[in-house]
Structures are given as structure tokens and as C-alpha cells.
């Protein structure tokens, strides 16, 4: 969590596909926000396959600028758009630039579910997978090695005792702010040198912090997860592919992939201007339901509550949006991914009506 106190400032980035559909609903809650000055806001700009449609690059300039002068980023969705070829661009290009500009090297994942519990504020509890994002299997480019067809290519997967401490600290502070009650560690050590590495070292500080750790390999935790065995209020530290897979698991157990939000986070001094963070849904940008107002726009709001409660200023507000999204959920009506056979599925704008509609009052006393 981030400490520094002043107003801050969110750019919002709808980016490609249903982007902009499902930060429509959350954005309001944001303006709700700017105009009793707890945050300013900016945008929205235009990036990723989108932005190139219209620009020619999926990182403009102005953009880049106002992200600067941000502390945080509220994406969208990064992907395939219509009208714009894989072959002039591909959209990953501009997640991971910002990732890299702004040094975005911890990922955490919430994952919520439709019959999920709820604590005593009434937010439904995450299963949280924390994970990194910069090194490892998500290593820059010259740890690749590309193949012409005849040659054999090749992945570096490098792990340095450090980044994988930071994660471990990370994963002790949410135990111990009450954010979840128990770490499980999922490696690959009876394989991978890089998971030995990070098995003593997750053990290391767990010992040295006192929260109790439990180590199981990736293949066991993904049979866990398609089980049910996991409660809710896990966090699962797990190396970066390990957890991009895992998080989409569980999201699948869940119910839709709709149901976990995003963090991409530097948990230390800002690498290039003020940009700390970018949060975002992960479903991406499916390009076949663009235009339909029908996609589940509940990612964007775990997103949006994450954002908030990452900063000081702002934290006491996250749970607010938790908490009217688990009463949306529950009560339905649902959107296509979720609503019952037979039922009348939810459109996406009539979905953000009913979280919006539970966490404007709510958010007016506290405001």
C-alpha cells in the first residue's frame, strides 16, 4: 500500500474491444469520487491496438505524459480490436510497455465468486494470487532467444533472491492486516532450480515473520483450485506464468473470468514519474462481444477497488465497491456468463446500474 499523502490523481485507459464497456460503470463511481476531491482524474486516453487504429502507436506520447503525472493507471482491456490486424500490431506490446516504464514488477489477482462468503463489512472475500510480473518467465527480451523454424528458441527463467523476498514480505503484510489468513506457495522444486530458489526463500521469510506457510508444487495447487480445496481468503504466491494460469483457474471455478480484477503494482519509489500502479480486468478485450453491452463488468470493479485501496488516502473507500458488487452478485439479475439457464441475462450497463446504485450512497456519507 502506498503512503504518501497528497490527492491523487488516476488516469483512465479504456484501451481495446469491450474496454471501455465495462470501465463505464466504475468510471462513475471515480467521478463520484474527483468531484468531492478525494481524487483527480484524467482522461480518458487513448491506448493498445486501439489507440493504433486511430494513431498509428499504442503508446502515445500524450498519453505516456499523462500517466507521468499520475499515480495511477485504470485500464480497460488490452487486446485484439476491430478493424486493427495482428500483423501491424500486437496489443500486448502496450500493457507490457507500461508495465516496464513504470518498473510494475508484483502482480496481485483478486478472484471472487457468486456464493462467496462476506466478512463483517460485507465484502466478499478474494482469493488472492500474488505473483511477479517483471523477471522470471516474464523476463525482457534478451532472455529469449528466437527461433527462424530450423533453430531451437529458448525461454530464460531467471529469479534473483530479492524479487522473490519482496513478494514473500508482500504476502506476509496481507496476513497480517487481516486481508487473508493463510499463505499457500505453489513452485515447481522437485524440477526447476528457480523453484528450489524460491522455496527456501519464501520459507525464509515466513519463518522470520512467523506466518504460517504452506509449499505444494503448481500442478498439485491447480488440482486444488479446480476442486474447491482452496478457501477464499487464500493468498497463493506462485512465480509469474505459474500464477497468470492459476488466476485464470480459479476465475474458471468461480464461474466467468469476469470475476477477477487486477493489480499490477511497484511497491517502491516510482520508476518514472508518479506511476505506481495499473489495474485492470483480465479478461481482455473480446473483440467478438464488442458493441453488444453484454460483457460482465465485474473485473473493472474488483479493479477499481483494489486501485483505491492501495492508497492511504483512499482505502477506506475499496470496500465500499467490494461490498456492492457482492450484493449485485448475489441479488442478480446476472450478465450471459453468469445468469442461470433460462433466465434473462443482465446487460452490461444494466449490471453497473445495480453495483453503482449500492455503492453511491454508501460512498456519499463517506465522501
Not at 53 to 58: I, K
Not at 274 to 282: N, T, W
Request: one cysteine or more.
Amino acid at each position: 500500500m502506498s503512503s504518501d499523502e497528497r490527492v491523487r490523481r488516476i488516469a483512465v485507459l479504456p484501451g481495446d474491444g469491450v474496454g471501455a464497456e465495462v470501465v463505464a460503470g466504475p468510471a462513475e463511481l471515480l467521478e463520484a469520487i474527483a468531484a468531492a476531491g478525494r481524487i483527480e482524474l484524467s482522461g480518458p486516453w487513448p491506448v493498445g491496438a486501439s489507440a493504433f487504429g486511430e494513431l498509428g502507436t499504442g503508446l502515445p506520447e500524450p498519453t505516456l505524459a499523462a500517466c507521468d503525472d499520475c499515480d495511477a493507471m485504470f485500464f480497460g482491456a488490452a487486446g485484439e480490436h476491430p478493424g486493427v490486424s495482428l500483423d501491424d500490431y500486437r496489443p500486448e506490446h502496450s500493457i507490457i510497455g507500461l508495465r516496464q516504464r513504470y518498473d510494475l514488477r508484483v502482480s496481485i489477482r483478486n478472484i471472487v465468486r457468486v456464493d462467496s462468503g462476506v466478512d463483517r463489512d460485507g465484502a466478499a472475500r478474494p482469493l488472492i494470487v500474488l505473483r511477479n510480473l517483471l523477471g522470471g518467465a516474464y523476463g525482457a527480451a534478451p532472455t529469449r532467444t528466437e527461433s527462424d523454424g530450423s533453430e531451437a528458441a529458448c525461454d530464460e527463467v531467471i529469479l534473483t533472491p530479492a524479487q522473490i523476498t519482496e513478494l514473500a514480505e508482500m504476502a506476509c503484510d496481507l496476513v497480517e492486516q487481516g486481508l487473508a489468513s493463510s499463505i499457500v506457495s505453489a513452485d515447481k522444486a522437485n524440477l526447476m532450480a528457480t523453484s528450489r530458489l524460491w522455496r527456501s526463500t519464501t520459507q525464509r521469510v515466513a519463518d522470520a515473520r512467523g506466518v504460517p506457510l504452506r509449499h505444494t508444487y503448481v500442478d498439485r495447487m491447480a488440482f486444488e483450485l479446480a476442486h474447491d480445496d482452496v478457501v477464499a481468503d487464500t493468498v497463493v504466491l506462485t512465480e509469474g506464468i505459474f500464477g497468470d494460469m492459476l488466476s485464470d483457474l480459479a476465475a474458471g471455478r468461480a464461474g466467468s473470468i469476469a470475476l477477477c480484477g487486477s493489480a499490477s503494482v511497484n511497491p517502491g519509489p516510482p520508476a518514472k514519474g508518479r506511476c505506481v500502479g495499473l489495474f485492470e480486468p483480465v479478461h481482455g478485450s473480446a473483440p467478438r462481444h464488442f458493441g453488444q453491452n453484454r460483457v460482465n463488468p465485474s473485473g473493472a470493479y474488483l479493479a477499481l477497488a483494489a486501485l483505491l485501496e492501495w492508497f492511504t488516502e483512499t482505502a477506506d473507500l475499496g470496500p465500499v465497491v467490494t461490498e456492492a458488487l457482492a450484493g449485485a452478485l448475489q441479488a442478480g439479475p446476472l450478465t450471459y456468463d453468469l445468469a442461470p439457464p433460462g433466465s434473462e441475462p443482465a446487460s452490461t450497463k444494466a449490471f453497473a446500474a445495480a453495483v453503482n446504485a449500492r455503492a453511491l450512497p454508501r460512498l456519499k456519507e463517506l465522501l
